[in-house]
């Protein structure tokens, strides 16, 4: 993926706007995903849902860097927190790492299959870690059958859909007003 | 990464790191469910009743080729009448029909006091054995309140909102109920494995060997924290334990999990048991 071209704003009120503008656009397309991924039926195949949540929040650390991809990540795992049957913070701290992870990418010319394996690593890292601290250490029954009928589904309905939501991001990211994306660190 | 690491940003993300795990901790102590939740909880209602009429009419699009056929025909007929009709009457009139069969549950069981609520989330790591609804505290939910619809149990509410409550339903395997054949009275616990309630079973466990349950008794709760009676499914087929000494029953249950949509929350009964 290649991360909009640093457009130096000498204006800091129109940096400042634009950076409104775009965390509001993220921030507004991270809740979308979230009522998308919660609502019972939508976009189900079977049993399996997209992953929308984690799919974003790499997609936008690939372009807003390390502590944007963690901004963003935390608030869409307190999001998924929010509706599901884990406690709230679990899925907000893997995705905090996930973001700020995949953020140390946004420098770098990424290709779209770079950007699907990227999306594939951070899916295996949130989905095992799912599995193993609610059902693997807590003793649920039939572990094998969880990973094989719940995560492996949702995982791999995940991959398939990240291609879609890698270029969405890309689009968005285009449209929207133009200034040093990936953070400096001062 | 080492001067990622002095930055300013990265302190700001080891804060919220912190927040997150103060938030683990708070949840793990109180199970109560949180602000935001309730801030989101109509959206997502109103979300979800969009998403279930889209998913229905898709859900028709991936049906087999024969019935796409006949489904087809089904769908000009009904495209016919709905050209006739106004689409706020017919949700009038199913609402209607299932208040009507709401208030059976009511007047079969008096003492019952309900909370009416929809499914408005599900959560894709747990299959159909979590689901969220729109009542919560404000309705007089708790947790432990048994949930149901004229055809029998859904599940037990095990987190509780202002607005929203939280279900494990009668295909999470954990969910362990007292639960009894109707006929014999007979009592086990109810349980189950994920690929049994991928087909949409469950299991009623340790029956005693020598009881005479058979397949197609009805299996009902057996009382205690939850309402006595109520319906959880039928009993397709019987097999012996490893042990040699106990049953376990394969059970198809009455209410389907995965596509329920409207709910009641027994918030009281008479005779509950702390």
Not at chain 1, 67 to 89: E, H
Not at chain 1, 146 to 166: E, I, K, M
Not at chain 2, 148 to 166: R, S
Request: proline share 5%; hydrophobic share 50%.
């Amino acid at each position: 993926m290649t991360p909009a071209t640093p457009l130096r704003e000498r204006n800091p009120l129109r940096v400042a706007q634009a950076k409104t503008l775009r965390w509001c656009v993220y921030g507004a397309l991270l809740l979308l995903a979230f009522f998308l991924q919660s609502a019972p039926r939508a976009l189900t195949i079977g049993a399996a849902k997209p992953l929308l949540l984690l799919l974003l929040t790499v997609n936008i650390a690939l372009f807003v860097g390390p502590v944007g991809g963690g901004v963003a990540g935390a608030g869409a795992g307190f999001l998924w927190d929010l509706f599901s049957a884990r406690l709230p913070g679990f899925n907000g701290l893997i995705l905090l790492i996930v973001g700020c992870a995949c953020g140390f990418f946004a420098r770098r010319r990424i290709r779209p299959l770079a950007a699907w394996l990227l999306a594939g690593a951070a899916l295996l890292i949130q989905l095992l870690l799912d599995w193993g601290v609610h059902v693997w250490l807590s003793g649920k029954p039939d572990p094998v059958s969880a990973l094989w009928w719940r995560y492996l589904p949702n995982g791999l309905y995940s991959l398939a859909v990240a291609p879609a939501v890698y270029f969405f991001i890309g689009a968005v990211a285009r449209v929207l007003p133009r200034h040093d994306s990936a953070e400096t660190y001062p | 990464m080492r001067t990622f690491c002095k930055s300013r940003g990265f302190k700001a993300l080891l804060c919220l790191a912190a927040f997150l795990v103060g938030l683990l901790g708070y949840a793990a102590a109180t199970r109560s469910g949180l602000l935001a939740g309730a801030v989101l909880s109509p959206l997502q209602s109103a979300l979800s009743s969009a998403t279930t009429g889209v998913g229905d009419f898709l859900g028709g699009l991936f049906s087999s080729s024969s019935a796409l056929s006949e489904e087809n025909a089904a769908l000009r007929k009904e495209l016919a009448r709905l050209r006739t009709s106004q689409a706020e009457l017919d949700e009038l009139r199913r609402q209607n029909a299932l208040y009507k069969s709401f208030l059976g549950v009511k007047v079969v069981h008096p003492d019952y006091e309900f909370a009416a609520a929809r499914v408005i989330a599900t959560d894709p790591a747990e299959g159909s054995g979590h689901v969220t609804v729109n009542a919560g505290t404000q309705s007089g939910v708790a947790v432990g309140n048994a949930v149901v619809t004229p055809d029998g149990l859904v599940g037990i509410v095990c987190e509780v909102g202002l607005n929203y409550a939280k279900i494990r339903t009668l295909l999470d395997p954990s969910l362990t109920l007292r639960a009894c054949d109707s006929r014999t009275r007979a009592d086990g616990l109810t349980g189950g494995t994920v690929a049994l309630a991928q087909r949409g079973y469950l299991q009623l466990t340790r029956l005693d060997r020598a009881g005479a349950v058979a397949a197609g008794d009805l299996v009902l709760t057996y009382g205690g924290r939850y309402p006595e009676g109520l319906l959880l499914g039928e009993i397709e087929s019987l097999s012996l334990d490893s042990d040699g000494l106990t049953k376990t029953a394969l059970v198809r249950p009455f209410v389907d999990v995965r596509t329920v949509s409207e709910v009641l929350i027994i918030t009281h009964f008479e005779g509950v048991t702390e």
